[in-house]
């Protein structure tokens, strides 16, 4: 599997992404998409979640379950290595195309995949944070669509997202399990007054979100787990920076050098606009 560049898959469904909906994103940094999973899809993941967080198998652990950040975040990252049913939810769905499009991109590669649980229980908010300033990259561009596999509310860990954040540029990266306070480090107060979004989705929709669009999620007050599914793109040609990942140590990457090969694989191409 990992020998070889994928390029998208054929015969894959078509969910249509709006004129609006474009606009929408490009202004404000995200937007709502509903029902990208047809009900058989949705049913399929919450199967493969379920027995990857039962077994233990799959995937890059990013804590041990206990701990004062699996409390904000209980965290799979890149499942598409190791599960089918993930690598034909990354490859398959029409998701990477629907990036381009928002974006306005010529081409995407995949960043990576995870898995994001808000256990029930002792869980605590995830604050608001930007996500490009984690990421070892040195283009700005790249962009995550959160799939609920959940209905999402307020109650159990809803996305939201402060409308036009991602002009902001990049602010130092939020320490998740003590953070500090993102407003205080924008310039000039260039938000205040701007009212946060609450996406309140149903099983089988997404958000789209840029990545310095700051976003916000809070704890799962209800009895039973909230589970979401992420694939971050990037745009093609996307450099590295030279800092610490997870998913680039050890790979040998040279800073200024495309994040590219089998393990970034292309997803989606066509014109950029």
Known sequence: MRGREWVPMA???????????????????????????????????????DEIYRTGVGGIHTSDG????????DQRVNLWRDSAVM????FGAPLAELARRLAGLRAVRLWHDQALLKQPGD?????WHQDLPYWPMREPGA??????????????????????????????????????????MVPGGALAGTRPVTAHLRAG??????????HYAGANQTDRPRRAMVVIYMPDGTTYNGKGHICTDGLGLIPGEPIAGDLFPL???GSAD
């Not at 690598?87 to 990354?90: A, L």
């Open 205 to 214: 929709s997404c958000t789209f979100h840029n990545g310095l669009t700051f």
């Open 123 to 127: 869980s605590r908010p995830t604050p």
């Open 267 to 269: 997803l989606a191409e």
């Open 66 to 73: 206990r701990s004062a950040y699996a409390k904000v975040l």
């Open 143 to 184: 962009l995550s669509v959160w799939v609920a596999l959940d209905d999402v509310d307020a109650l159990n860990g809803a996305m939201s997202f402060i409308p036009g954040s991602h002009r902001v540029g990049a602010l130092p990266g939020i320490n998740l399990v003590n953070p500090q306070d993102i407003f205080a």
């Open 87 to 90: 690598r034909e939810f990354v």
């Open 11 to 49: 015969g894959r469904q078509s969910v249509p992404v709006s004129e609006p909906q474009v606009q929408f994103y490009r202004e404000n940094g995200f937007v709502q998409v509903d029902d990208v999973l047809t009900p058989g899809q949705l049913a399929e993941l919450r199967r493969e979640i």
